[in-house]
């Protein structure tokens, strides 16, 4: 069985300063992992996917994201934060051939001006 | 949004009472999903549909049904709502096994 585990509930960083979100996961086999963001109110929208080609992912936005299977990780980085980065970001995780998504309980980002 | 429409928006009924809401796609996509939102919970599937006809239980599907005659819309039915089906409902499309695509949702609550 698959399962995201988010490590921050909420992630409050000043404008202009690095970003790190950070997500674990737990898959029996080659996942496809994603990064969703939703602004307040919104629907989400695709930040990024990993599909098992580069290992770094470039997003939407500036963000990227690593692949580290050692370490089951699929962080969530960009280098400068903007006031309009402030939403809550999800990281989901299907198995590799499958549909079906798992999510994590998001985390909050806030940048402070 | 993908082309993905969700109606209505936002709705306030009463505990008993029937609901549905439609998705609605212009993309031709087979796959289509419905999930809740709930604070602290992600997003968690309720149904899902591969095609016309052919749809499956998600995670917490207890309470509710859905329902597929046509490729672009995807009804999702509380046969009684419950307080505990306040939420925020999201649809969602695929071409297959890929990048699903959200609705705007709708802002279910029950009283």
């Known amino acids: 069985a698959q399962s995201v585990t988010q490590l921050d509930s909420h992630v409050s960083v000043s404008e202009g300063t690095p970003v790190l979100l950070r997500c674990n996961y737990s898959s029996s086999y080659s996942p496809s992992l994603f990064w969703y963001v939703q602004h307040p109110n919104k629907g989400l929208q695709l930040l990024l996917k990993y599909t098992s080609a580069a290992t770094l992912v470039k997003g939407i936005n500036g963000f990227e994201a690593e692949f580290k299977k050692s370490e089951t990780s699929f962080h969530l980085t960009k280098p400068s934060a903007h006031m309009s980065d402030a939403a809550e970001y999800f990281c989901v995780v299907s198995e590799a051939g499958s549909d079906q998504l798992t999510f994590g309980k998001g985390t909050k980002l806030s940048v402070i001006p | 949004d993908a082309g993905i429409t969700q109606s209505p928006r936002h709705k306030v009924t009463e505990t008993g009472t029937p609901v549905t809401l439609r998705c609605h796609q212009t993309?031709?996509?087979?796959?289509m999903y419905w999930y809740r939102q709930d604070p602290g919970h992600g997003l968690r599937l309720i149904h899902y549909s591969y095609g016309v006809k052919d749809t499956d239980k998600g995670e917490v599907s207890d309470g509710y049904s859905v329902s597929r005659s046509k490729t672009e819309d995807f009804l999702l039915t509380l046969e009684s709502a419950t307080s505990s089906q306040t939420s925020v409902y999201f649809c969602?499309?695929?071409?297959?096994?890929?990048?699903?695509?959200f609705g705007p949702g709708t802002r279910l609550t029950v009283l």
């Open positions: 993309e031709n996509h087979r796959y």
């Open positions: 969602a499309i695929s071409p297959g096994v890929d990048t699903q695509y």
